[in-house]
């Protein structure tokens, strides 16, 4: 029984420890850029969370293996004693951490649904597309519709309205490219022959990276994108001035156009 409760105040410390104020006592080097959407500050608790478990437990293992090395260096004189290991102490060390990867478990269980397997009714559908080294971004045309002829597509421009719940269908074209949205914490493998779906919103207005998190090729350093988040008329506004222009070309056909332009000007 004694055994039980002496488990017990250190785990309702570990859970304690998930309030939003260990985030902030963490040192400016450990924090994560300014949360933006309506799900960063659960995915920063329990981030901070696992950070605090696994960072204590690293400083108690490291300064237990320091002082058996200081503590049972070699003398002369002094002879080694064999030791089979001690059954109580292996036990501990197998319960403890698995208790602390339930807790984890469920007290994520709940986030990991909303934010991961229930898409929000009445989002904003988009599709993008990561390939050798862009993201394609495909947008319902006029008619409201993804998947028809006046789809407009843009190249590393991603833009939605404050405030509104985006469902994006994410595809690869050719490798595992890695979608990633730092300040949304949005983050999410491409797989190529697979649609995975994902959704995010903004709490403000701003401009921010795409980035690709998949070591996806050579040219995988310069894989970035770039998010807009506008008020609603802003947003219909560019829409309808993307509507009227022609779909972009691939990134490498791009580049050599550029480079024709400004040879021809
Ligand atoms: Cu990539």
């Known amino acids: 029984m004694r055994r039980r409760r002496a488990f017990r105040t250190p785990l309702l410390v570990l859970v304690l420890a998930a309030s939003p104020a260990l985030a902030r006592a963490l040192p400016f080097w450990l924090r994560l850029p300014e949360g933006v959407s309506s799900y960063s500050g659960r995915v920063d608790g329990l981030f901070s969370l696992i950070l605090w478990i696994t960072g204590i437990i690293f400083v108690i293992v490291e300064f237990l293996l320091l002082f058996f090395l200081f503590r049972y260096r070699h003398r002369d ?85 404050v405030g509104r719940p985006v469902v994006a269908t994410l595809r ?46 050579l040219g995988h350093y310069r894989m970035k994108g770039f998010v807009t988040v506008e008020t609603p008329e802003e947003y219909e506004k560019w829409l309808a001035e993307q509507a009227g222009q022609p779909v972009p070309p691939a990134p490498a056909v791009e580049a050599a156009s550029a480079a024709q332009e400004k040879q021809g000007s």
């Not at 501990?92 to 469920?106: D, E, G, M, Y």
């Open 77 to 161: 004189g002094r002879r080694a004693l064999y030791t089979h290991g001690n059954n109580r102490v292996e036990v501990v060390w197998t319960i403890v951490p698995a208790v602390i990867c339930v807790v984890l478990a469920l007290l994520s269980r709940r986030s990991w649904a909303e934010i991961k397997q229930q898409m929000p009714k009445d989002a904003m559908q988009i599709e993008i597309t990561g390939e050798q080294f862009a993201w394609n971004i495909r947008y319902a045309g006029p008619d409201g519709k993804l998947g028809t002829a006046d789809d407009i597509v843009t190249l590393n421009q991603l833009h939605f309205p």
């Open 172 to 217: 690869s074209k050719d490798v595992i490219h890695s979608f990633f949205l730092p300040e949304f914490r949005v983050k999410q493998d491409a797989v190529p022959g697979m649609s995975t779906r994902i959704w995010f919103d903004s709490m403000r207005v701003g401009h921010w990276e795409i980035a690709c998190a998949e070591l996806c090729g």
